[in-house]
């Protein structure tokens, strides 16, 4: 059975950082596809990135538009830990982020919320002007 464990949230202001991190069980993370996705207030889940460690785009990294250039992805597979690097934070980053993961052979590119069937319980980011 596949767990994902999200930590790292918190509140910070604009322009601040913030680094979550996904911790994964019952499956091998350097095999997987991985995401984090974004339940922002009253907006639908969106896919923030996936790191795709397999199937056709293996090596590749989506980045939503949005975030492109201040987030950035890194995994350690000793730890079978995925993180997300979050620079530059904006208010409308806030929301719950949510650890996602799937066979990649399920992810399409780019990557939709309903790609990937096994998910975290999500941490809170909450950035303030």
């Known amino acids: 059975q596949v767990q994902l464990v999200e930590s790292g949230g918190g509140s910070v202001q604009a322009g601040g950082s913030l680094q979550l991190s996904c911790k994964v069980s019952g499956s091998t993370l350097d095999t997987s596809c991985m995401g984090w996705l974004l339940q922002a207030p009253g907006k639908e889940r969106e896919v923030v990135l996936t790191?795709?460690?397999?199937?056709?785009?293996?090596?590749?990294?989506y980045y939503a538009d949005s975030v492109q250039v201040r987030f950035t992805a890194s995994q350690d597979n000793a730890k079978n830990t995925l993180y997300l690097h979050m620079n530059n934070l904006k208010p409308e980053d806030t929301g719950m982020y949510y650890c996602?993961?799937?066979?990649?052979?399920?992810?399409?590119?780019?990557?939709?919320?309903?790609?990937?069937?096994?998910w975290g319980q999500g941490t809170q980011v909450t950035v303030s002007l």
């Open positions: 996602a993961t799937d066979t990649c052979s399920e992810i399409s590119l780019p990557p939709e919320s309903d790609d990937f069937g096994q």
């Open positions: 790191v795709y460690n397999g199937g056709g785009y293996a090596g590749f990294t």
